[in-house]
């Protein structure tokens, strides 16, 4: 029998609530199944690590990820930290240091949902996103100089490489050719900024050559979101630069009724290392430590793990699961207009893969 060997890395906040959940449907599914099983090994990084060792994971800590077959992540960010030493010493270093460039976000309104579109159906929404994950804006290239002067200047410098922008488009139409439409929106700002984002239209346009099966079009930034609010079903696969994706997916998120749902695969394509699994939400401050997280948006980051493991079934098993527990709206949670707790949503979830008792 398989064993997966899976890192769990909570983190912060109300990532400490849904980890645990994710990591007890996987063990259900596992249970039942009886296929394959899971060695999972926790790892206490973020504020309270920070706290205790000055830093949110040890330094060599990424070689203890390396043998991973995969990680699933909940969220960084601690009330009594700067966001962007928790960000850049925990998401940010595994993300970058182990490449993984490409990183996938889809979204649906899943049934019982109630999105906040009027007009929209569910059908007419279900997009990819495809989010530019190891340059762009996060590149990490600027400075601060004359600190405290009134003469103090900062910047935040793009960087985009050909390599970088090449192998996201072509990990992104690849995408869209599986998918039924073959439909892929490129999202730009290459009116405003006239170098880096003229160059990914260029790379867009070169690369679609290499699939001529898939219709694709160029849409600026602005304009996706008003296309996401007024013409959602016009949409399909969408990529999009590091931080313009990640601004689109939290609206998409929203568009599918809670930020709460939605899942991320952090992936290294061509699997020199291990890929991370997380919900798109943070550390959610106002709500954490009260039983009222979503665990849905980990779960359903769970199915693309599995998807990523190569373990379809259960992939489609555990999907399946989760659409019949939000179906129920008894099993909705607060962000939804419920009142389940998490570990209601979770048990409901697990219980689907039990045996039915004689
Ligand atoms: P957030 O996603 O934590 O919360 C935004 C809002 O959505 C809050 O009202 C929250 O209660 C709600 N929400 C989020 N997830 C939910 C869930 N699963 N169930 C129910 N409600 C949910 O975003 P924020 O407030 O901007 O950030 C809080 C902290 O998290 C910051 O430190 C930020 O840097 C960090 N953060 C980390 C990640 C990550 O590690 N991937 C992502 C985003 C934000
Ligand atoms: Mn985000």
Redesign the pocket.
């Known amino acids: 029998m398989k064993t997966y060997k899976i890192a769990c890395i909570p983190?912060d906040?109300?990532g400490k609530e849904?980890v645990p959940a994710g990591q007890a449907a996987l063990e259900a599914l596992a249970t039942a199944g009886g296929s394959f099983a899971f060695d999972f090994k926790n790892f206490g990084w973020g504020g309270d690590w920070y706290r205790a060792h000055g830093e949110m994971m040890p330094p060599h800590g990424l070689d203890e990820l390396r043998g991973m077959d995969a990680i699933l992540f909940g969220?960084?960010?601690?009330p009594h930290i700067p966001?962007h030493i928790?960000?850049w010493g925990l998401?940010l270093k595994i993300c970058q240091g182990f490449d993984q460039y490409a990183n996938v976000r889809p979204t649906r309104i899943l049934p019982g949902i109630d999105g906040p579109l009027k007009r929209c159906k569910p059908e007419d929404l279900n997009w990819i996103i495809v989010r530019e994950n190891s340059e762009g804006e996060y590149a990490g290239v600027g400075g601060r100089a004359h600190q405290g002067q009134p003469i103090e200047v900062a910047t935040d410098l793009s960087v985009m490489t050909r390599a970088g922008v090449e192998r996201i488009m072509r990990y992104a139409f690849k995408l869209a050719q599986s998918r039924p439409r073959k439909l892929l929106t490129v999202v730009t700002k290459s009116n405003a900024q006239r170098h880096a984002m003229v160059m990914w239209d260029e790379i867009a346009r070169e690369v679609s050559h290499e699939f001529p099966d898939v219709t694709w079009d160029k849409e600026l930034v602005d304009a996706c979101t008003a296309r996401m609010v007024m013409r959602p079903a016009t949409l399909d696969t969408v990529v999009a630069t590091n931080l313009h994706a990640d601004i689109l997916s939290d609206l998409a998120a929203a568009l599918a009724g809670?930020?709460?749902i939605a899942p991320t695969a952090n992936i290294d394509p061509e699997r020199r290392y291990p890929s991370m699994f997380?919900?798109?939400?943070?550390?959610?401050?106002?709500?954490m430590g009260q039983g009222?997280?979503?665990p849905v948006?980990t779960f359903w980051s769970c199915v693309m793990l599995l998807e990523h493991l190569g373990e379809q079934a259960a992939a489609r098993a555990l999907m399946a699961a989760i659409e019949r527990v939000t179906a129920n709206t008894t099993l909705h949670?607060?962000?939804l207009g419920g009142n389940a707790t998490t570990v209601q949503v979770t048990q409901a979830v697990c219980a689907q893969f039990l045996p039915v008792p004689a």
């Open positions: 983190g906040g109300i849904v969220s960084a960010g601690d966001d928790t960000l998401r809670s930020l709460g997380e919900p798109i939400h943070g550390s959610a401050f106002d709500i009222l997280a979503n948006g949670t607060r962000d």
